[in-house]
């Protein structure tokens, strides 16, 4: 499996064709669905169904408003919390990063951690946290017409389902949502309250070891690569927790988790890889050139 840590091409988006947006009501009650197709290009990926723009990078390297979005002073945990209605940004970031000892976990364009719940469901995707329990988890909601900054999250993991006027987003199918205990960049205090709610990781799962109980979440201690696809030779093997650079970039074979670059010196667009990878230009990255094993 694989999934995206710093800004990445919407190529892997585009091969897939399309967006699926489960519509529910406010209430997160499904009631339909709905598709969201995207342009190849990373500066102008639309989902003219949802009227969302998905871009990739961030709102900074995108020239974003940074006093709107993730960063308008209503938009944080405690003071989403505390609004009377639910806050639906301009524009949202989803960036793979670490907070404390998650990584990788997904934040906010403001370095918030973002978190799932146990009760809520993926197939449909469906929100369980309403009333009393959304004023402590303030769901994260992007406006209709705003625009999604990917910044390392795979893009066929992202989704949307309609919610108080705006939509919801989701990862893996799991709608996500702030903490209204977290009052800083980085904060996990919510991770693992009630045994119900954890860190979302890029592709959807629950962060950290004793959440995910996986090995797919381990950290590598040795990796592959391939001069081609499905693991053809010319190959090498990279060891250490270091940076390493990178020759071969067909495909790639490991077991547990690094991060990938397209730039030396773990610089450029990069991708969170889970275990093996038959194709690495099927998922944006047909020239790696440099790897950190996540030890």
């Known amino acids: 499996?694989?999934?995206?840590?710093?800004?990445?091409?919407?190529?892997?988006?585009?091969?897939?064709?399309?967006?699926?947006?489960?519509?529910c009501d406010g209430t997160g009650s499904t009631s339909g669905?709905?598709?969201?197709?995207?342009?190849?290009?990373?500066?102008?990926a639309r989902a003219g169904a949802a009227g969302l723009?998905?871009?990739?990078?961030?709102?900074?390297?995108?020239?974003?408003?940074?006093n709107a979005g993730d960063l308008e002073?209503?938009?944080?945990?405690?003071?989403?919390?505390?609004?009377?209605?639910?806050?639906?940004?301009?524009?949202?970031?989803?960036?793979?990063?670490?907070a404390g000892a998650l990584d990788p976990v997904v934040l906010n364009g403001a370095g918030f951690t973002l978190y799932r719940f146990d009760k809520d469901t993926t197939n449909p995707?469906?929100?369980?946290?309403?009333?009393?329990?959304?004023g402590t988890w303030p769901p994260y909601l992007v406006a209709r017409g705003g625009k999604v900054f990917i910044d390392g999250v795979q893009p066929s993991a992202i989704g949307f389902v309609p919610r108080?006027?705006?939509?919801?987003?989701?990862?893996?199918?799991?709608?996500v949502y702030l903490f209204s205990k977290d009052t800083k960049p980085g904060d996990t205090n919510g991770q693992g309250v009630g045994g119900t709610w954890f860190a979302v990781t890029p592709d959807g799962k629950?962060?950290?070891?004793?959440?995910?109980?996986?090995?797919?979440?381990?950290?590598a201690t040795n990796a592959t690569f391939f001069g081609s696809a499905d693991f053809a030779d010319p190959a090498e093997g990279i060891t250490g927790p270091d940076c390493r650079p990178v020759r071969f970039s067909g495909s790639l074979k490991m077991t547990g988790t690094a991060k990938i670059w397209d730039g030396p010196n773990c610089t450029g667009r990069s991708l969170v890889v889970q275990g093996d990878?038959?194709?690495?230009?099927?998922?944006?990255?047909?020239?790696?050139k440099s790897i950190r094993l996540l030890g």
């Open 33 to 44: 669905t709905a598709s969201a197709s995207a342009d190849a290009s990373p500066s102008a």
């Open 164 to 175: 108080d006027g705006a939509l919801h987003v989701t990862i893996g199918g799991w709608p």
């Open 206 to 219: 629950k962060a950290g070891p004793s959440a995910a109980g996986t090995a797919s979440s381990a950290p």
């Open 53 to 66: 723009s998905l871009l990739s990078g961030t709102a900074r390297q995108n020239g974003a408003d940074l």
């Open 125 to 134: 995707s469906k929100s369980n946290c309403s009333g009393a329990c959304a």
């Open 1 to 23: 499996m694989f999934r995206t840590t710093r800004a990445t091409s919407l190529a892997a988006l585009s091969a897939a064709g399309i967006l699926l947006l489960s519509a």
């Open 277 to 288: 990878v038959r194709d690495l230009a099927a998922v944006g990255f047909p020239a790696v």
């Open 73 to 98: 002073p209503a938009a944080g945990p405690a003071a989403a919390s505390a609004a009377e209605k639910p806050v639906a940004r301009a524009w949202v970031q989803l960036s793979a990063g670490k």
